[in-house]
């Protein structure tokens, strides 16, 4: 018989709940079998409790059974990392690699400016990959949740690499899903947390490439921008991101 599922999702905000005008304190989610569900219902409070953005004095967990055979199994993106010595390495780094993934110069611009100037942006931005224009509805911001790894999956992934950690296994696994994702070319991302400086842009085509500088210590800018294609059907794609469920999965 195939184990029961969760998917947890969790949301956090200062000076009330985000739609209260609260500020963005912290977001996780995880996808877990059953018997791991307190185990991963308290990482998340944690993180939310212990977050460097601020107090938060919201925070809101749910928990949603998922159907196994509804679950898509893939393996963890490949991981890079590329050197920037500084801020201004990493963002001219960034600029440059973006337009190998078929990014245009504008957009990839206006995707550096979006998230340099955005220190409160929950969910992540849809942004034309041509003309570089938001396009997520009413500029909200659309999740990707439903995603995690399998226990495998996460023992080989964590055994090969140095770098296994909470914060990076958590953006890997949302990478992974976002880089299957109907329409979409390429994220990019850097953390809104003012005490982490390394972002990412990930493909399926060429994966999870880390940009150790995309900002400078003590900044609360950050967030995500998918980029997607012309032809996006903005509303399978974000049926996909936020409820098909994926589990990351032994390479
Ligand atoms: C986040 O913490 O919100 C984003 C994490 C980015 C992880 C980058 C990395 O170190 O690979
Ligand atoms: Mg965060
Ligand atoms: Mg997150
Ligand atoms: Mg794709």
């Not at 005008?21 to 308290?42: C, D, M, N, P």
């Not at 199994?73 to 390495?89: F, G, K, N, Q, W």
Request: charged share 25%; glycine share 8%; proline share 4%.
């Amino acid at each position: 018989m195939q184990e029961e599922m969760f998917s947890v999702r969790m949301r956090a905000a200062e000076g009330g709940s985000h739609e209260d005008g609260g500020f963005h304190i912290s977001g996780g989610e995880t996808l877990v079998a059953k018997r791991s569900l307190e185990a991963a219902v308290q990482e998340l409070l944690q993180k939310a409790l212990l977050h460097s953005r601020g107090d938060a004095d919201f925070i809101q967990l749910v928990m949603e059974r998922i159907a196994p055979h509804e679950i898509l199994r893939v393996p963890p993106l490949p991981v890079i990392t590329a050197t920037a010595e500084h801020m201004h390495e990493g963002r001219l780094y960034a600029m440059r690699y973006l337009q190998t993934l078929c990014i245009s110069e504008q957009a990839a611009r206006k995707g550096i400016e979006l998230l340099a100037s955005q220190t409160n942006l929950r969910g992540a931005a849809i942004m034309s990959a041509s003309s570089g224009e938001r396009l997520d509805a009413g500029l909200q911001g659309v999740r990707a949740t439903r995603m995690g790894w399998t226990e495998d999956g996460y023992k080989q992934w964590a055994s090969r690499h140095t770098i296994a950690s909470p914060r990076i296994t958590e953006a890997l696994a949302l990478a992974t899903k976002v880089a299957h994702a109907p329409f979409v070319l390429a994220e990019l991302c850097w953390s809104d947390d003012p005490e982490y400086v390394t972002g990412y842009i990930s493909s399926l085509k060429e994966g999870y490439v880390r940009i150790p500088h995309l900002k400078e210590k003590g900044d609360f800018s950050g967030g995500r921008v998918f980029y997607v294609s012309d032809d996006v059907q903005l509303e399978e794609l974000t049926s996909y991101l936020e409820k098909t469920p994926i589990l990351i999965d032994k390479g």
